[in-house]
């Protein structure tokens, strides 16, 4: 898949990211969607480069939703927030 490819499905990946994790994040949903396009892209590199999935495969999309989640919880813990009190 292309840069702008994954591009396209990291800003899909943000937007389920933020529905899977609630709370409140620090930057707001457009925060969320540019972490989303970073796991996509990592996810994508990462996935291809170690041979566990080829380009177009289903699970390279379950990939990015997963890095973006990942992100998501650590861009929450470096900030502190996201805490529901």
Do not use: C, N, Q
Not at 2 to 12: E, K, T
Not at 31 to 42: A, C, M, P, R
Not at 57 to 68: D, H, L, N
């Amino acid at each position: 898949m292309s840069i702008i490819g994954m591009i396209v499905i990291g800003l899909i990946v943000g937007a389920l990211a933020k529905m899977i994790m609630p709370g409140k994040d620090p930057g707001g949903i457009i925060v969320t969607i540019i972490i989303g396009i970073v796991g996509s892209i990592i996810a994508g590199f990462l996935g291809r480069s170690l041979g566990w999935y080829h380009d177009g495969e289903p699970v390279g999309f379950i990939a990015s939703v997963v890095g973006s989640i990942i992100l998501l919880a650590i861009y929450r813990m470096i900030t502190g927030r996201g805490r529901v009190a």
